[in-house]
C-alpha cells in the first residue's frame, strides 16, 4: 500500500512538472515587468521558449542579464524604453564621450557625481559611476561601501571586489563592507560572490566615495548549473584551512530525514568527522570535541545538537552562511585550540516580508522575515519543533524503542540602521531537549544565548564593532519513576561577555585588525538532591567556580605585490581562576590522592586563586604561482582554559565543564599547515591538498576507575597528556553542469601521550598511544545530478576508519578473586563505518508572479542497511569474555519533507 502511494505521489509531482514546462514563464513576466518598469518588449517568441525563470528582483537590467546569461540571447534597451531581445553577438550601450577623456578634463555635469559624503547604488552595468570630485593631485582614490543579495537586501560576506586587469582585490567582511583603493580615471570594477551572478561597474574615479552593489542570484541552465563555488578564493584568497557554505551549498547537499543539517554537511569536508552517529560533537584534524568553539552570531554555543546529536541545533534556513576555521584562524577568534565554526545567520528581507514553512517525518519548522515599517529596521524569527516518538521505534536496542524524545529551538533577529555610519544587530536564540529512555529517568538540557551589537563606521576605512552577550547551557537528569530512589542532578554554565572590534583599512596592501575581549565564567559543577521527600538519595553539592579571560589582539594583512601576501598577528590572553573554592594541598612529587592531602585552604568570593597567560601567534603566506594555482603556508599557536569532562569520546548531555585551575593547567595548541590549491581547466572545477602537523598539551585523559560527576577534588582523576596529529587533506570539487559535487579524502593520526610522573600511572608505558577519535582513513563522496530544473537526486556516501578501543584479552585470578587483563590502552578498533543516503527533490514551478512555491524531498537514510557500530562493549561471564556491539541506526529509514516558501 505505501510503495502504491509513494508511486502516485511521484506521478502526480511530475505530471505537475511537465505540465508547468508546456507553459510559457517568460511571457508572463514580459507582462509583469512592462507594467512595473513602464517599457515595452520586442521578441522571437520561439527563441524565448523553455527560458529558466527563477528572480525577477533588482533592476531591468540585472533581471534580464540573469534570464539570458548563457542562452545565447542579448539584450537592448533603446532611447525609447524599447526591449530588443535578439539572437546573436550582444548590442552594448554606446558609452559617453566623455568616458574616453582624462581626468583631470572631465566634465562631470554630464555624469552622476558622487560626492566625498554620498552614497550611490551602482545597479546597471552599462552606466558610467564618476565617483567623488578632484581635490588633491594623489594618484589614487578609496571607494568603500556594501555589497547586498538584491532580493533581500541581506550583506554578501565574503564576496570578491578587484580592479580589472589588476591581480589585486578584496573581499567584503561579515557585514558585507568593503574597501578598496582604486587608481584614479576611468576602472572596471569587477565584484564575484558564492552563488551569485557576477558584474561590472563602470568608474569615473576623481576622488575618495562611497558606492553600494547589489547582486542577483545566478540564474544557470542545466549544463552550467552550480552547486557551490568559491570562484577563486580558495586560490587568491589569504585564508587557508576553511571552509564555508552558505544555505545554498547545505540545501543541496542530501538531507538527513528530510532535514539539511549544518554538521552534517560540514562532515563531508576534509577533516571533519566524528566518532559515530548518534553523538552530538565533531573532531576537526584529530581534536576532541570540547577543543571546538561554535558561535553563533557571536553567541557561545556549548551543545549544537538535537536527538542525540542526529541534526544541528540551528536551523539552516535562518543561516546565510557559516566558515569553520581549520587553521590559520584569525587572531580576533580564539578560546579553542582545534577549530572555530561562525555562523552567521540573516538580518532579515529589507525588501518585503517573505517566510517558509516545513513538514518533514521529524519535524516542523517556519520563518518569518522582512522590513519593520522601513527598510532600516528588519526582523527575522525562524522556529523548528519535533514529533519524532515514531522514529525510535526503528532503531534495533529495544531500550530506544520504549523511550520519548522531544525538542524546539528559536531564532530571533533584529536590526536596525539609525544613519549609514550606525546600526544596531540583537539576537536571541533558545533550544531545547527532553528524553527518557526506557521510562527511566528524562534528561533534558538548553542553551539560551543572547546578544547586542553596535557597528559604527568612524570613516570610510575605519569601523568598530562593540558587543555584549549572555550565554547559558544547562542539564538535568530527573529520575523521579522511583520514589524511593528518585534524584535531581543538575549542571549548568553561564559566561558572560563583551568585545571591542576594530577594523581599519588604510590602503589596499594592508587591512588591520585590532580589538579587546573579556569573559565571565560561572560554573555550577553539579549538585544531586531527592526529587521527594521519600527519596532516601543523599543531597550532594560541587563547589561552584568562577573566573575570567581578557585577551587583546592586533593583526595586519598585507600584500607585498600580486604574488605574495602576508599575514602576522598576536593575541594575548590573561586568565584568572578566582573563589569562593576550597582548595587541598598535596604532598610535593607524589601522585595527587586522599593520603597525600597535608592541608586545605579556604579562598575567599574574588579572592584570585590561580593566573594563567601567554601570546597566541598566527602568521600565514600565500604564493600566487599563476592566477589559477597557489601556495600556502601557516602557523597557529592557540590557548584554552575550559575544560569538557566526559565519560564518552563525545558530547553527551551529562557532560561538564571544568574551568582551568592551580592544577589543571589550559591546554595549549600548536599547528602548522602548507596548502596547494588549483583550478584546472576552465570548468571551474577546484583541487587542493592541505598537511598539517599539530601538538597539544594538557588535554585531559582519565585514571582507570576515574570518578567524573559530582567530584569536589576532580584533579586527583584526571592526568594531563601531551598530544600530537598529522594528516593530509584531499578535495575535489566539481561545481558546475548536470552533475556535480565533490570527493574528498583524509588521512590523519592522533596519539596522546602520558609521562608526568604526578599523574601516578603511565599508560601504555609512557609511549603514545592512539586517542579515542583517532580514525586515520576518511572518505565522502557528494554526488548531485539534476535531469530539468526542477527534479534532482542526490547522493552522498560516507567511508571511515572504526575507532580504538581497549579489549579484555584475559581472564586470570589474583587474591582469590577474578580479574580481567586489558590490552594496551586503544590497541583495537571497532570495524569501519559506511552509510549512503538518497534523496530525491520535485519542485514545483517557478513562476516569478507566483507567491507560493513548493517543493517535496522524499529518500532513504542508510539505504544500504548498514549497521554501524557506535560502540563495543564486553561482559564477564563464567569466565568467558563476551562482546557485545551497539548501533544506532541500523535499518534503512524513509522520509518525506513538504517545503513552502511564500512572499
Not at 484 to 498: A, I, T
Request: glycine share 8%; net charge positive.
Amino acid at each position: 500500500m505505501v510503495k502504491k502511494l509513494l508511486i502516485i505521489l511521484i506521478l502526480i509531482c511530475m505530471a505537475k512538472i511537465d505540465y508547468a514546462q508546456k507553459l510559457s514563464p517568460f511571457d508572463s513576466l514580459v507582462h509583469v515587468l512592462q507594467k512595473k518598469f513602464d517599457v515595452q518588449f520586442l521578441y522571437d517568441t520561439k527563441h524565448t521558449e523553455g527560458l529558466a525563470i527563477s528572480n525577477a528582483e533588482g533592476s531591468l537590467d540585472n533581471i534580464l542579464r540573469n534570464i539570458l546569461d548563457g542562452t545565447g540571447l542579448s539584450f537592448y534597451i533603446d532611447p525609447y524604453k524599447r526591449v530588443i531581445i535578439a539572437r546573436g553577438s550582444s548590442v552594448f550601450t554606446p558609452l559617453s564621450k566623455d568616458f574616453f577623456k582624462q581626468t583631470g578634463t572631465e566634465n562631470t555635469n554630464q555624469h552622476t557625481v558622487l560626492e566625498k559624503n554620498d552614497i550611490i547604488l551602482a545597479a546597471v552595468d552599462n552606466k558610467i559611476y564618476t565617483i567623488g570630485v578632484k581635490n588633491n593631485n594623489a594618484p589614487s582614490a578609496i571607494i568603500s561601501g556594501y555589497v547586498r543579495d538584491a532580493k533581500n537586501g541581506e550583506p554578501l560576506s565574503s564576496t570578491s571586489v578587484m580592479v580589472e586587469g589588476s591581480q589585486g582585490g578584496v573581499s567584503t567582511d561579515a557585514f558585507g563592507f568593503f574597501s578598496i583603493t582604486v587608481p584614479k580615471g576611468q576602472q572596471v570594477l569587477r565584484v564575484s560572490s558564492v552563488g551569485m551572478k557576477e558584474i561590472t561597474r563602470q568608474l569615473n574615479i576623481l576622488g575618495n566615495g562611497k558606492m553600494d552593489i547589489e547582486m542577483n542570484e545566478e540564474v544557470r541552465s542545466l549544463k552550467t548549473a552550480v552547486i557551490v563555488a568559491q570562484k577563486q578564493s580558495n586560490v587568491r584568497g589569504m585564508q587557508m584551512g576553511v571552509e564555508r557554505l552558505n544555505i545554498r551549498a547545505i540545501k543541496q547537499i542530501p538531507a538527513v530525514l528530510g532535514e539539511t543539517d549544518i554538521l552534517r554537511s560540514l562532515q563531508t569536508l576534509p577533516g571533519v568527522t566524528s566518532v559515530g552517529e548518534g553523538t552530538a560533537g565533531y573532531n576537526v584534524r584529530g581534536g576532541s570535541a570540547d577543543q571546538n568553539l561554535i558561535l553563533l552570531n557571536d553567541m557561545t554555543i556549548y551543545n549544537p545538537t538535537h536527538l542525540f546529536g542526529f541534526f544541528s541545533a540551528v536551523d539552516p534556513e535562518v543561516i546565510r552562511g557559516l566558515e569553520l576555521y581549520k587553521s590559520a584562524i584569525p587572531e580576533r577568534l580564539g578560546g579553542r585550540i582545534s577549530s572555530i565554526m561562525d555562523v552567521s545567520t540573516k538580518d532579515g528581507n529589507a525588501k518585503k516580508v517573505t517566510g517558509t514553512l516545513g513538514i518533514g517525518p521529524l519535524t516542523s519548522k517556519f520563518t518569518l522575515e522582512g522590513p519593520l515599517g522601513s527598510e532600516k529596521t528588519t526582523f527575522l524569527a525562524g522556529g523548528r519543533a519535533t514529533y519524532s516518538n515514531w522514529f525510535l521505534k526503528y532503531l534495533p536496542d529495544a531500550t530506544f524503542k520504549k523511550s520519548k524524545v522531544s525538542f524546539a529551538d528559536l531564532m530571533i533577529n533584529l536590526t536596525h540602521a539609525f544613519s549609514e555610519k550606525d546600526k544596531l544587530y540583537v539576537s536571541g536564540y533558545i533550544s531545547s531537549d527532553a528524553f527518557r529512555l526506557n521510562q527511566d529517568s528524562t534528561y533534558a538540557y538548553e542553551n539560551k544565548n543572547a546578544r547586542i551589537k553596535w557597528k559604527h563606521n568612524f570613516t570610510d576605512k575605519f569601523y568598530n564593532v562593540l558587543s555584549v552577550g549572555i550565554d547559558q547551557y544547562d542539564y538535568s537528569v530527573d529520575g523521579s519513576n522511583n520514589p524511593k530512589d528518585g534524584f535531581l542532578l543538575k549542571f549548568g554554565v553561564q559566561q558572560l561577555s563583551g568585545k571591542t572590534d576594530f577594523k581599519f583599512i588604510p590602503t589596499n596592501k594592508h587591512e588591520i585588525n585590532f580589538g579587546l575581549q573579556h569573559i565571565i565564567y560561572h560554573l555550577d559543577p553539579g549538585s544531586l538532591t531527592p526529587s521527594n521527600p521519600a527519596s532516601l538519595t543523599k543531597a550532594t553539592f560541587v563547589e561552584k567556580e568562577s573566573g575570567t579571560e581578557t585577551s587583546i589582539y592586533f593583526g595586519d594583512q598585507y600584500r607585498v605585490n600580486n604574488k605574495i601576501q602576508l599575514q602576522g598577528g598576536l593575541r594575548y590572553s590573561y586568565y584568572r581562576f578566582a573563589g569562593p573554592k576550597k582548595s587541598y594541598l598535596y604532598s610535593p612529587g607524589i601522585p595527587r590522592s586522599e593520603s597525600a592531602v597535608i592541608d586545605s585552604v579556604q579562598f575567599k568570593n574574588g579572592e584570585t586563586i590561580q593566573t594563567y597567560h601567554g601570546p597566541e601567534l598566527r602568521a600565514s603566506a600565500r604564493y600566487l604561482i599563476s592566477s589559477r594555482t597557489s601556495l600556502k603556508l601557516s602557523y597557529n599557536s592557540l590557548r584554552q582554559y575550559i575544560h569538557m569532562i566526559t565519560n564518552t569520546t563525545a558530547l553527551s548531555p551529562t557532560d561538564i565543564w571544568k574551568l582551568s585551575d592551580q592544577f589543571i593547567k589550559p591546554q595549549v595548541g600548536h599547528q602548522l599547515s602548507l596548502g596547494f590549491y588549483t583550478q584546472p581547466g576552465n570548468k571551474g572545477d577546484e583541487f587542493s591538498v592541505e598537511a598539517y602537523y599539530k601538538r597539544n598539551f594538557n588535554y585531559l585523559d582519565y585514571k582507570s576507575g576515574a570518578k567524573l560527576i559530582l567530584n569536589n577534588s576532580l584533579e586527583r582523576d584526571v592526568i594531563n597528556t601531551k598530544g600530537k596529529a598529522y594528516g593530509i587533506e584531499f578535495l575535489y570539487k566539481k561545481p558546475i553542469g548536470k552533475l556535480n559535487g565533490w570527493i574528498s579524502y583524509t588521512y590523519l593520526r592522533t596519539f596522546l601521550k602520558v609521562d608526568d610522573p604526578i599523574a601516578g600511572e603511565t599508560i601504555n608505558g609512557g609511549n603514545f598511544y592512539p586517542a579515542n577519535f583517532d580514525k586515520p582513513h576518511i572518505a565522502s563522496l557528494v554526488g548531485n545530478y539534476r535531469f530539468t530544473q526542477r527534479f534532482s537526486i542526490s547522493l552522498t556516501s560516507t567511508y571511515s576508519t572504526g575507532r580504538p578501543i581497549t579489549y579484555p584479552i584475559g581472564v586470570f585470578n589474583m587474591g582469590g578473586a577474578q580479574r580481567v587483563l586489558y590490552s594496551e590502552r586503544n590497541a583495537f578498533r571497532i570495524p569501519d563505518f559506511f552509510r549512503t543516503d538518497f534523496s530525491v527533490i520535485l519542485e514545483n514551478n517557478h513562476k516569478v508572479t507566483q507567491k507560493v512555491h513548493g517543493s517535496w524531498t522524499f529518500g532513504v537514510y542508510n539505504i544500504m542497511g548498514r549497521s554501524n557500530p557506535y560502540s563495543v562493549y564486553f561482559i564477564v561471564n563464567n569466565r568467558e569474555v563476551k562482546g557485545y556491539q551497539m548501533s544506532v541506526f541500523a535499518n534503512p529509514i524513509p522520509f518525506l519533507t513538504f517545503n513552502l516558501k511564500f512572499n
